[in-house]
């Protein structure tokens, strides 16, 4: 029995070629598939009984759901703090009648697609730059890479995969909704698009699209600065055989930096 996972932000282990039989991964070996790295999901394919239970089954070591008596799993790739057993599918395919397993749904190989999507944590930017000082009452700049389709694709065209396995075709599209941006000083900025580069020429300007202004220093902080956190949120569809497009649950790239922020004093 083999089963398929997907986890967020997790790096899981599995044996080399256990998921061979199954499905062609995007990449060549387990070792490369189960580093999820900057991705924000990563595909786990662990062998019969779960991670930990063997074939008798037990308890599986991700956050997919947990495994029962003789390796079958209740259907759960989590994501974003949604659960992705919502496809109403599940996620273990038995093997039988002569080693042939069953036809996969349409919201297993979308499972699939959503992984091939390789969505990317983005990479985030800003005035100061970290490490650098800034100034209570001055213009913050905040911007994510926005070249890079994998980090950022906004409606409507947003970004697709077709995947076909066993005679089921499913295209996956997943869309850039907003970036919210928690400051660390207690205030959340939110941003329908990835923001605009900084331009040096425009000194002391606020940004035209996402931005932000410190009333107060990182001073007290840890290591004196305030950690800032970008979240890129993703909304998903899928259609499948049927020709109907179903939602999926949203999904949640987030990236983290500081900021400095000291404060001007004039003595008269």
């Known amino acids: 029995m083999y089963k398929l996972r997907i986890l967020r932000g997790a790096a899981v282990s599995c044996a080399a070629g256990t998921f061979a039989a199954l499905l062609l991964l995007p990449t060549a070996s ?6 999820c790295g900057d991705l924000i999901i990563c595909i786990e394919i662990p062998g019969a009984g779960g991670s930990n239970g063997g074939s008798g089954g037990g ?3 991700g956050s997919g759901g947990t495994t029962s008596g003789g390796g079958t799993a209740e259907p759960g790739f989590t994501q974003g703090g949604s659960d992705f057993s919502a496809l109403g599918a599940s996620t273990t395919t038995p093997v039988g009648n002569g080693g042939n397993p069953p036809p996969p749904t349409d919201a297993e190989v979308a499972a699939r697609a959503v992984a091939e999507l390789r969505l990317r944590k ?3 930017h800003m005035t100061p730059e970290a490490g650098k000082l800034g100034l209570v009452g001055l213009p913050v700049w905040l911007w994510i890479d926005a070249d890079d389709p994998h980090q950022w694709s906004p ?3 947003g970004i697709s995969k077709k995947v076909t396995y066993r005679e089921v075709t ?3 599209t997943a869309f850039s909704s907003y970036v919210t941006w928690s ?4 205030t959340t900025v939110t941003c329908t698009d990835p923001g605009t580069k900084y331009d040096p020429l425009r000194k002391g300007a606020s940004s035209e699209t996402c931005g932000h202004q410190y009333k107060s220093t990182s001073m007290g902080k840890p290591n004196d600065r305030f950690t800032v956190t970008a979240t890129v949120h993703w909304s998903a569809n899928y259609v499948g055989n049927d020709g109907v497009v179903h939602a999926l649950p949203d999904m949640l790239g987030t990236t983290s930096t500081n900021a400095r922020i000291g404060e001007l004093q004039i003595i008269n």
């Open 59 to 61: 308890a599986s070591s």
């Open 122 to 124: 983005p990479t985030v």
């Open 30 to 35: 387990a070792d490369d598939v189960n580093n």
């Open 155 to 157: 409606p409507p065209e």
């Open 183 to 186: 400051m660390g000083d207690g």
């Open 170 to 172: 499913v295209t996956a």
